[in-house]
C-alpha cells in the first residue's frame, strides 16, 4: 500500500537536491537522502496512522464527532 509523506526542506537542503542533479553527483544525492530525507521518512512513519477528519470522508469515528448540544435547564414552572 503506497504512504503519502511529507519532506520539509530548508533552503540550504534544497541548494544541496539542485547542486547534486546539476553536477549529476550521485555520491551527493545519496548522501542528503541518508541524512535529511530517510530520517524524515522514519519520523512520519512512526507516528501512526492519524489522518486529518476532511480525509475520512462519510465514515468520521464517533470519538472524533462533536457531543450532542445540550439546551440549558432553567428549572421548571409551577
Known amino acids: ?3 503519502k ?3 520539509l526542506l530548508e ?3 534544497l541548494q544541496r ?3 547534486a542533479v546539476i553536477d549529476e553527483d ?3 544525492a545519496l ?3 541518508a541524512e535529511v530525507v530517510k530520517p524524515q ?3 512520519q512513519l512512526q507516528k501512526g496512522h492519524c489522518r486529518p477528519v476532511f480525509e475520512w470522508g462519510s465514515n468520521v469515528p464517533d470519538r472524533i464527532q462533536p457531543p450532542p448540544i445540550r439546551k ?3 428549572g421548571q414552572e409551577s
Do not use: G
Open 26 to 28: 550521485a555520491a551527493a
Open 11 to 13: 533552503e540550504a537542503e
Open 72 to 74: 440549558p435547564n432553567r
Open 17 to 19: 537536491v539542485e547542486q
Open 31 to 33: 548522501k542528503l537522502l
Open 1 to 3: 500500500m503506497a504512504k
Open 5 to 7: 509523506v511529507t519532506i
Open 41 to 43: 521518512i522514519d519520523a
